[in-house]
């Protein structure tokens, strides 16, 4: 009885020291981090890409083609009404999702998605009014072409400029990737059109023979992120390679980044698609992986509320799945893990204006996570 | 004892179709860097088959399964249609990669997963790859079947 007795109270006794230590490293690893993760007890289906308004409530696009908000006080979920039909299929649907510069004014969000049938569709851009939870006034302001029979490698992702002109990624529709190397059709190109759709005039291809005038830079893949560092003006863009082979690249008016000349990925056969890594008149990336990360989105950070973030990418990737901040400092680039709370394949991040993070996990039953101070 | 002959002839009509095919995509892919001004020497294009074949595995074993299955097929069928064993599988050889390739499209939402059959001509070559390989397999079973 007395050894029973004995042995309960040891346990106990290294119980209560091992919640203590447990309690210790907990308030210590918390104290590391400064910052909180909430996740919105909510799924969402495949969600692609969210923006922020200005009143902190958050837009989410799911791929099979829903917007949905998150009111930024309560976290109640309201679907917006009217949302134009996309092509569901494959790695096609409703994709990004970005305000115009004057939405405070004019109201006014871009949409990007798949549109037509599954063996004759497109990238599409339309601009909408939200107004009362509903899009109306939609113009479809920029359509890709020409059709495509797969419904793959759409890129899809969006950018305003300093001028309020859009940035637009189209990938090579997967089939089609020799054409990223030729002016006369959208496959493998960054696009810049006005905010209405129209070509700015000073486009780098306007006025080429059999060159489409929205064409700003060729050679692409599958470019899932674009980002702008406003201070210093530079564009990046990162693009999914075969096996091995995604790269971010400085974009730059009129350059070729070379896709499927040259690049540092192989086929997911194994067989080589170019020999070449480099040549003339071709950019090389500023940075590439191999094996691949699936990059999926990225951001450059330039909000107050994570100071040690500022001036660094920020790529979510989808192999293994994690968030990656990318610094760079006089002679190198540096990666780094961040946010390792945050698990599976991640598919998009975007931030507020005050800077704090949504982080949107992919698949079916995707998730939002919000970070901040 | 001629049953023990019979693996060794499907693995040798899966390695000639499934090296022909990565010969073929290899030089469709060379070909259009050619046209973009790549020079592609001698030595480049040796190491880069070399290349090709040694990642190929995975393919070779789909090749395989393809063979297996159209090899098994034409057996049943030759049983009701005793038709002459190199037309035979030449024909199983034929359609079984050419079903291979067009499935590959069909999981992947029409993208091909081998870049040499986007044209009509490219699938046409792959698929009589097939056929050569087909047709080996029933030249070894003809050759050694009294």
């Given at each position: 009885?007395?050894?029973?007795?004995?042995?309960?109270?040891?346990?106990?006794?290294?119980l209560?020291?091992?919640s203590?230590i447990?309690?210790i490293?907990?308030?210590?690893?918390?104290?590391?981090?400064?910052?909180?993760?909430?996740?919105?007890?909510?799924?969402f289906?495949?969600?692609?890409?969210?923006?922020?308004?200005?009143?902190?409530?958050?837009?989410?696009?799911?791929?099979?083609?829903?917007?949905?908000?998150?009111?930024?006080?309560?976290?109640?979920?309201?679907?917006?009404?009217?949302?134009?039909?996309?092509?569901?299929?494959?790695q096609?649907?409703?994709s990004?999702?970005?305000?115009?510069?004057n939405y405070?004014?004019n109201k006014?969000?871009y949409?990007s998605?798949?549109?037509?049938?599954k063996?004759?569709n497109?990238?599409?851009?339309?601009s909408?009014?939200?107004k009362?939870?509903?899009?109306?006034d939609?113009k479809?302001?920029?359509?890709?072409?020409?059709?495509?029979?797969?419904?793959?490698?759409?890129?899809?992702?969006l950018?305003?400029?300093?001028?309020?002109?859009?940035?637009?990624?189209?990938?090579?529709?997967f089939?089609?990737?020799?054409?990223?190397?030729?002016?006369?059709?959208?496959?493998g190109?960054i696009?810049?059109?006005?905010?209405?759709?129209?070509?700015p005039?000073?486009?780098?291809?306007?006025?080429?023979?059999?060159?489409l005038?929205e064409?700003?830079?060729?050679?692409?893949?599958?470019?899932?992120g674009?980002?702008?560092?406003?201070?210093?003006?530079?564009?990046y863009?990162?693009?999914?390679?075969?096996?091995?082979?995604?790269?971010?690249?400085?974009?730059?008016?009129?350059?070729n980044?070379?896709?499927?000349a040259?690049?540092?990925?192989?086929?997911y056969?194994?067989s080589?698609?170019?020999?070449?890594?480099?040549k003339?008149?071709m950019?090389?990336?500023?940075?590439y992986?191999?094996?691949?990360?699936?990059?999926?989105?990225m951001?450059?950070?330039?909000?107050?509320?994570?100071?040690?973030?500022?001036?660094?990418?920020?790529?979510?990737?989808?192999?293994?799945?994690?968030i990656?901040?990318?610094?760079f400092?006089?002679?190198s680039?540096?990666?780094?893990?961040?946010f390792?709370?945050?698990?599976?394949?991640?598919?998009?991040?975007?931030a507020?204006?005050?800077?704090?993070?949504?982080?949107?996990?992919?698949?079916?039953?995707?998730?939002?996570?919000?970070i901040?101070? | 004892m001629?049953?023990?002959?019979?693996?060794?002839?499907?693995?040798?009509?899966t390695?000639?179709?499934?090296?022909?095919?990565?010969?073929?995509?290899?030089?469709?892919?060379?070909?259009?860097?050619?046209?973009?001004?790549?020079?592609?020497s001698?030595?480049?294009?040796?190491?880069?088959l070399?290349?090709?074949?040694?990642?190929?595995i995975?393919?070779?074993?789909?090749?395989?399964?393809?063979?297996?299955?159209?090899?098994?097929?034409?057996?049943?069928?030759r049983?009701?249609?005793?038709?002459?064993r190199?037309i035979?599988?030449?024909?199983?050889?034929?359609f079984?990669?050419?079903?291979?390739?067009?499935?590959?499209?069909?999981?992947?939402?029409?993208?091909?997963?081998?870049?040499?059959?986007?044209?009509?001509?490219?699938?046409?070559?792959?698929?009589?790859?097939?056929?050569?390989g087909?047709?080996?397999?029933?030249?070894?079973?003809?050759?050694?079947i009294k």
């Open positions: 009885m007395r050894e029973g007795n004995f042995i309960f109270k040891q346990m106990r006794t290294l209560i020291s091992f203590f447990l309690t490293f907990n308030s210590l690893y918390a104290e590391d981090h400064h910052y909180t993760i909430e996740k919105i007890k909510v799924d289906s495949n969600p692609w890409s969210s923006a922020f308004l200005p009143n902190g409530d958050i837009l989410v696009n799911e791929l099979s083609g829903k917007i949905k908000l998150i009111e930024a006080e309560t976290k109640k979920i309201t679907e917006i009404k009217n949302v134009p039909k996309v092509l569901f299929k494959g096609g649907g409703l990004d999702i970005i305000l115009h510069p405070q004014i006014r969000i949409l998605f798949s549109y037509g049938s063996s004759n497109t990238l599409r851009v339309i909408a009014e939200l009362d939870h509903e899009l109306i939609k479809v302001i920029f359509e890709a072409s020409p059709y495509r029979k797969t419904a793959n490698h759409y890129g899809t992702r950018l305003f400029l300093e001028d309020n002109s859009l940035l637009i990624t189209s990938g090579d529709g089939n089609y990737r020799e054409l990223a190397q030729e002016l006369d059709n959208h496959y190109k696009l810049r059109v006005k905010d209405d759709g129209s070509v005039s000073d486009n780098p291809f306007l006025g080429v023979d059999n060159a005038p064409i700003w830079s060729l050679g692409h893949r599958n470019q899932q674009i980002a702008r560092d406003s201070k210093n003006e530079i564009i863009s990162h693009e999914h390679g075969p096996r091995g082979g995604d790269e971010i690249n400085i974009i730059l008016p009129g350059r980044y070379g896709w499927p040259i690049t540092y990925g192989i086929d056969n194994g080589i698609i170019s020999p070449f890594t480099e003339d008149g950019e090389q990336p500023i940075k992986w191999v094996p691949s990360i699936g990059p999926s989105d951001l450059f950070y330039e909000g107050q509320s994570f100071p040690e973030l500022q001036g660094s990418l920020l790529i979510t990737s989808l192999v293994p799945g994690d990656r901040k990318i610094s400092n006089k002679f680039i540096s990666e780094e893990i961040i390792k709370e945050i698990k599976g394949r991640v598919r998009s991040i975007k507020s204006k005050e800077g704090d993070l949504i982080v949107l996990t992919d698949g079916p039953k995707g998730n939002a996570y919000i901040s101070k | 001629f049953y023990l002959y019979v693996p060794f002839f499907l693995i040798i009509s390695i000639l179709s499934g090296s022909l095919i990565i010969i073929i995509n290899l030089m469709l892919n060379l070909i259009w860097l050619t046209s973009k001004d790549f020079n592609i001698a030595q480049l294009f040796f190491n880069s070399l290349s090709d074949l040694s990642n190929g995975a393919f070779f074993i789909i090749v395989l399964i393809t063979f297996f299955i159209a090899f098994i097929v034409t057996a049943i069928v049983y009701f249609f005793p038709i002459d190199r035979a599988y030449s024909l199983a050889g034929f079984g990669i050419f079903v291979m390739l067009k499935l590959t499209t069909l999981v992947f939402t029409g993208a091909a997963l081998i870049a040499g059959m986007r044209s009509i001509l490219g699938l046409l070559l792959l698929s009589l790859c097939g056929l050569l087909g047709y080996v397999y029933g030249l070894l079973l003809n050759r050694n």
